[in-house]
């Protein structure tokens, strides 16, 4: 599925990515954690295809070159990403922008373009997933949501574009208990034996509800730790100080073995 | 300059009078604040008069893009009502809908304020049409009727060898209470002249109009408009402007707010490529009491078109509780393009808010690539974003001919 190697990203000459490596399998859930400016966001943008980075190594989606293709061509080969901070696009009818990108992604696959009736049951039926009130398909993409809902609209086009690999970037930070819940089980009803998934999140609260295949640390544009799920406990317990202003070679050993459940 | 030598109750002029009348026009030029951004090398190269030629058949690209509007319609071709493509049937009782010519016997008075109205202020190309505009619409709806389908004046230029503009003129008025929807379409073919439209309205107690503007006459003519409005008590204006064709398409608005209570809402939309010059020139004039006014234009421009937006909100003394407001934002396709943002304010009365503002941008790079991130190519994410920014001023179009019209203009997909 993915395999990344000795990814690179700068910006304007400042390195961002050092050099990171990650293996995604299919049907697995991978979540990155990390200190508030290690790289995570940069990570997923530059598998999206951002503009303004310097990239270097290598990113490959089920063998295609990531890194050359535009941000829609990655798209129509399976990418989706969940971003951050949803942006608000005023005068875009939210059903109008979901059918167009849909669409946009069938006919680059191939395959033939879906009516408008057609698509408002594909549409319902995601909204449902995520319980979002049908009126916000007539609302301009984003714009006046609340931070939840704009999470929650991300979930909706994820379910809409069935990608082949999600990234997810902190798709959980501003939720209350109920839409954490809502949104997770969204996720594990998309999860499948073809969806990978990339859940970038601070919390292991998260990690409950949505269970992880593996765990990656990320420090200074790199993965400096990779475990199972008790890894984000242990990160719950003790924060990043093991894993930041260290020689790694100091990192203590981690009580890795035998959590596997 | 005034236009006091024009005849106010004849709307015929002889040919000697027009030589007169041209005798005496002075050009406006660079130098008039009003006409700072006009390409006045093509405007001097014009030539305003009588038809060039008869009508004949209209060339076929140009029939079927007349929006096809329900309802009564009169078509100028060259300054001449065409009447084989215009449609007078009454729409409503108590509706007077004629040519402007025919309406000299029943509306005498219609015609007289039509060659009246808004003449202090106006220039040579105002005096133009009111020696040349004598073909036109006269719309009258008499106290308390509701016309509820468009009126439709579609003005068409079609010059000859010589570069001829074509003037008409539409005379409106609703009496008390009266409302109704005239729709005003400018549009042209041929390498060079164009119209020079001119719209008079009287608005009485109570009365409501809605007032659209399409102007896209052929990318090489030029279109030169002016609408003025006197408003009585309680009355409202809502305008729509799309100023699209030509490569300097002008609309002036003169709207006075003379009744209280009277409110004005005008919108617009300049969608400028090429090197086109989009040039809205507008004036509120406040003149009675607790009277609301809004202006709310948007501009998209690309290539090397220029955009200009001179806005007045005029205060006078007495018009206290005055609620006036101005926006206007451009967003720039191309770093060639160019807006130009001038508001005028003048505030002589008390108790009064006023508020303005404009604004220029480029597209959201961050819209576009969140757009892309969908599957949505660059292409399409730009016009879905071009469209977004023009929305507002199409959506409040009620009629839905017209919208699908615009929206296909401007070569968006349904939204
Ligand atoms: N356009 C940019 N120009 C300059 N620096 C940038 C730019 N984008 C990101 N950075 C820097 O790159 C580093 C990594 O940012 P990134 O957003 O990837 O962090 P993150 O791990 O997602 O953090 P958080 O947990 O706060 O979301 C930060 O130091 C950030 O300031
Ligand atoms: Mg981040």
Redesign the pocket.
Known sequence: MLHVQNLTAS??G?P?LNGLDLEVGPGEVHAMM??????????AHALAGRD?YEIGGTATLDGADLLTMEPEARAAAGVFIGF?YPVEIPGVNNMYFLRTALNSVRRARGETEIGARDFLAVAHEAMELVEMNKDFLNRPVNAGFSGGEKKRNEILQMAVLEPRLAIL??TDSGLDIDALQIIASGVNALRGPERSVIM?T?YQRLLDYIRPDFVHV?VDGRIVESGDHTLALHLEDHGYADFVNHDLDDTPALPLAGAAT | MTTTTTPATNPTVSEADDIDLLGGLDYPTRRDEAWRYAPHDTLKRLSFGRPARPTGALPRTLEGRIPALDGPRIVIVNGAVDPDRSQLGNPAAGVHLSTLAGAGSEHPELLAAHLDQGTDDGDAFLALNIAYGNAGAAIHVASGQAVNVPIHVVHIALPDETQNVSCSGVAIRLDDGASATVVETSLGDGHHGGTNTRTTITLGEGATLDHIVVQDVESTQVHLGRISVTQGSRSAFRSHLFNLGGTYGRVVYDVRLAGDEARADLSGLYFGQGRQTLDQQITVTHAAPDCTSRQRFRGVLDDQSTGVFNGGIDVRPGADGTDAQQSNDNLLLSDRAEANTQPRLEILADDVTCKHGATVGQLDDNALYYLRTRGIDESDARRILIHGFADEAIEAVDNEVLRAWITERLGHADA
């Open positions: 910006i304007g400042t961002i990390g200190p508030n400016g290690s790289g995570k966001s940069t990570f303004g951050q970037d902190e970038i601070h990320l």
